[in-house]
């Protein structure tokens, strides 16, 4: 049996103010049938106390690295609680399993971090890795379809990823994470207005 194709979905942690959320990831979801959601979750404030940690601990990069990845599970479980529809996933084999339920997937971020530190494609250990550039590892190495970038506000002009990651709206190592992403499209949530980055 074929599954059906993967989409990717970063969710920016400056998201979780907006009280329907769920309502509008179902929406986005929407606008994809046939597919297969894969939802990598950003940090949110969790991630933002580890910075507040870093700064008064000095704790380093690689130690300030691994408790923010941590940081991400409490998002991530905050809203598989908001959505009882949602699947946690921790390998490709659990994620099949989902898209024979036809249920969208929550990624274990620190279940798949952990894999990637095996890989040639391991990521760095510093500030300059953020979930954006954790899912477009995800988006590639599941063979997804498209990376939906969702965020909180209008991508600005001109399109450039190297730009996006100097005004602060990527991460920096994003512009070298999603050089092989097949497709990766910026959504406003806030606003719902999506714009392709791949054309």
Not at 163 to 178: I, R, S, Y
Request: contains cysteine; hydrophobic residues 50%.
């Amino acid at each position: 049996m074929s599954l059906p194709p993967v989409v990717a979905y970063k969710l920016g942690g400056s998201l979780f103010t907006l009280p329907d959320l769920p309502d509008r990831l179902r929406q986005v979801w929407q606008q994809r049938p046939g597919t297969s959601p894969l939802l990598i979750v950003g940090g949110a404030a969790a991630a933002d106390v580890v910075r507040d940690w870093d700064r008064t601990f000095q704790l380093g990069a690689e130690r300030a690295h691994w408790l923010a990845i941590d940081a991400l599970d409490l998002s991530a479980s905050l809203l598989l609680r908001l959505m009882p529809e949602l699947q946690l996933v921790r390998s490709r084999k659990q994620f099949e399993l989902a898209q024979l339920e036809k249920r969208p997937a929550v990624l274990c971020v620190v279940c798949f971090v952990k894999w990637l530190e095996t890989q040639p494609a391991a990521l760095p250990h510093s500030w300059d890795v953020t979930t954006d550039s954790i899912a477009a590892a995800a988006a590639i190495a599941w063979q997804a379809e498209e990376l939906v970038l969702l965020k909180s506000c209008d991508l600005p002009e001109p399109i450039d990823l190297s730009a996006l990651a100097d005004q602060g709206l990527v991460d920096q190592h994003f512009p070298t994470a999603a050089r092989d992403v097949r497709r990766l499209t910026w959504v406003n949530l806030r606003s719902m207005s999506p714009l392709n980055l791949s054309e």
